[in-house]
């Protein structure tokens, strides 16, 4: 079994924009694609697109992809959506529904989060010269069953650099997300000094002792980043733990909790050929699960 570094804290419920439920249906995705598939499809949370309709995702991808300037920061969001709209609605020919432009927005605001977070991430590793990751996966063993694995950002000496991109003044702040993302690759790699590096609006904040808004050094070999180090290890067994169980069984007993049948379906598909499907009119917000469901077994 394995899980991303980056959703460790998601996993062991200490990240309040992804519940430790959801992780699990989406660890379940990872290893039972064809299974949870199925179970997505008889609770109506995935259902097939009807021949009489029609998908405009390939298109709201394209606009996007037109639009978007080579560089740009936070400040340019707004302008950047604005267009992306503009464009959308003249390639619609201004025929285009309410529902089309909601999730255009919305998938306009998720990539714009996550694009420009890689380009200042790049940007910031050349300037201060930190040596970057270079792709290099890492991982560590939980359980002779179960381990967690990722790629850092970069680092600066013997301290490990985990840079994050803030879309607002606000954003820069102390999550304990972050945080443990940034143990968990210690953990991994075996170093015992990481720093979370914040940036907003081209302003780094690199502090080297807490502050209110920064953790400063993160030394995992003193306290309460010790603790802490032992506290997520053992959290990660009962995860693997459960998570072994519903593989087995294929008992989920949080679906409600996940996926509200206020918001079913989730996403809509159509049928490429026996073992493939290509998903449409998605809920960004489950876009993590439904990426595997197109994946072979993993057990």
């Not at 460790?8 to 959801?22: C, M, Q």
């Not at 300037?69 to 529904?97: A, G, H, L, M, S």
């Not at 381990?147 to 680092?155: L, Q, S, V, Y």
Request: proline share 2%.
């Amino acid at each position: 079994m394995y899980l991303e570094i980056s959703n460790v804290a998601a996993a062991l419920g200490k990240n309040p924009y992804e519940s430790r439920e959801k992780m699990l249906l989406t660890s379940w995705a990872r290893h039972c694609p064809q299974k949870v598939k199925d179970y997505l499809e008889e609770n109506n949370c995935i259902i097939p697109l009807s021949s009489d309709e029609e998908s405009f995702t390939e298109m709201q991808i394209e606009t996007y992809n037109v639009v978007l300037p080579k560089q740009y920061d936070v400040n340019d969001f707004e302008n950047i959506e604005e267009k992306v709209i503009e464009e959308y609605k003249r390639k619609r020919n201004n025929e285009q529904t309410e529902s089309e432009l909601k999730q255009l927005k919305e998938y306009t605001k998720d990539l714009l989060k996550k694009n420009n977070g890689n380009l200042q991430e790049n940007n910031i590793i050349q300037k201060e010269q930190y040596t970057k990751g270079n792709d290099k996966m890492y991982y560590l063993n939980i359980t002779d069953k179960a381990c967690i694995g990722g790629k850092n950002d970069a680092t600066l000496g013997d301290t490990l650099l985990e840079i994050k991109t803030r879309t607002r003044k606000q954003n820069v702040r102390r999550n304990e997300y972050d945080l443990y993302q940034v143990i968990c690759y210690l953990m991994a790699t075996n170093l015992n000094k990481g720093k979370i590096i914040q940036m907003f609006n081209k302003e780094k904040y690199d502090s080297d002792i807490p502050t209110e808004q920064e953790y400063g050094v993160i030394d995992i070999t003193l306290e309460p980043y010790l603790t802490l180090t032992q506290e997520i290890n053992e959290g990660l067994k009962v995860y693997f733990k459960e998570l072994e169980e519903i593989i087995k069984t294929s008992n989920f007993m949080y679906l409600s909790n996940v996926i509200s049948k206020r918001i079913r379906p989730i996403a809509k598909y159509i049928n490429e050929d026996d073992d493939k499907i290509t998903f449409c009119e998605e809920n960004i917000k489950y876009k993590n699960l439904l990426r595997h469901l197109n994946k072979k077994q993993k057990i």
